[in-house]
Nanobody, 121 residues
């Protein structure tokens, strides 16, 4: 069971930006693929973005492509999700995990507390 700590959420106006952070204190993140997920109120959890452990390749959901950027800072043992041009439909609790498949994360019981992102005027 490997849990990460998410931070950086908050309230932002439409069109604004936020940077989410995903950190670990007991192990090195660069050995793992890291996925960002979100769950809006009354909605299923969905994948947002993922970054591989080997070559840094990335994946984005169509709904965030061109607006969100995932990146690693190995020196800080942190993975970031830069979110620009935020829309009300981006409102959700955002989670990170050491896998890009949410079913794998669920099976391992590794979901953290998440961080709330609210996009509203």
């Amino acid at each position: 069971q490997v849990q990460l700590v998410e931070s950086g959420g908050g309230l932002v106006q439409p069109g604004g930006s936020l940077r989410l952070s995903c950190a670990a204190s007991r192990f090195t993140l660069d050995y793992y693929p890291i996925g960002w997920f979100r769950q809006g109120l009354g909605k299923e959890r969905e994948g947002v973005s993922c970054i591989s452990s080997r070559d840094g390749s990335t994946w984005y959901a169509d709904s965030v492509k061109g607006r969100f950027t995932i990146s690693r800072d190995n020196a800080k043992n942190t993975v970031y999700l830069q979110m620009n041009s935020l829309k009300p439909e981006d409102t959700a609790v955002y989670y990170c995990a050491t896998d890009c498949d949410p079913e794998v994360v669920t099976a391992s019981g590794s979901w953290g507390q998440g961080t709330q992102v609210t996009v509203s005027s």
